[in-house]
């Protein structure tokens, strides 16, 4: 696995939610889970081609999804705002392996902060770290995600794993993880997904 880049705390709506196929109604885009920016307000640019894919699928469907029905925005796709998760930076490299001649596949990983307008307690902060990891190939199945998921939690002696598929707007299909570690209390929770490109 290499390091992935990750330099970027501010992130435009289209990157951190659009190319995700988060839809733009979503309650997680409000301000009541994400810090927008006033200044500056809206990413400059964003890549013309790609951004009028997204819309489509978003409005519209494609490759067997019927898509929102709803109305895409282009005001809603260039709000900047501080990245609610690390996978925008993993949207952003699916991208640029996408814009290659030739596929090479590849791994990645990210450790680094995001920033979620939570209300603080004993186990919630406004920054956290998020671990990411994205692996690309050709003939990928559920399994391989699992095994990459059950080998990362072992590298950290967490070996009690259960998994349950779940839901996420980016990733087909979805996991979650979860663990309970003898001497520490409460439950790890982990999740995983295919992207499909």
């Not at 009028?52 to 978003?58: L, N, S």
């Not at 596949?105 to 671990?131: G, K, M, W």
Request: charged share 25%; aromatic share 12%; with cysteine.
């Amino acid at each position: 696995f290499s390091e992935m880049p990750t330099d970027n705390f501010v992130e435009s709506s289209f990157w951190n939610f659009d190319a995700l196929f988060q839809p733009q109604q979503h309650p997680a885009r409000d301000q009541h889970d994400t810090f927008f920016l006033q200044d500056p307000a809206e990413a400059p640019q964003l890549p013309p081609g790609y951004m009028g894919k997204v819309k489509k699928i978003h409005s519209q469907g494609g490759y067997g999804s019927q898509g929102y029905k709803s109305e895409w925005r282009l005001e809603e796709a260039r709000k900047n705002l501080l990245r609610t998760h690390t996978t925008a930076a993993s949207a952003r490299l699916l991208y640029r392996l996408a814009q290659q001649e030739k596929f090479t596949p590849l791994r990645c990983f990210s450790i680094d902060r995001v920033f979620r307008n939570e209300s603080l307690d004993a186990t919630h902060l406004a920054e956290f770290h998020q671990v990411e990891g994205l692996v690309a190939d050709r003939g990928l199945t559920l399994g391989h995600l699992m095994g990459t998921l059950r080998q990362f939690f072992s590298k950290l002696g967490i070996t009690q794993l259960r998994f349950k598929p779940a839901y996420n707007p980016y990733t087909e299909p979805s996991m979650e993880v979860f663990s309970y570690h003898e001497g520490e209390e409460g439950v790890l929770e982990g999740r995983g997904g295919l992207y499909r490109i």
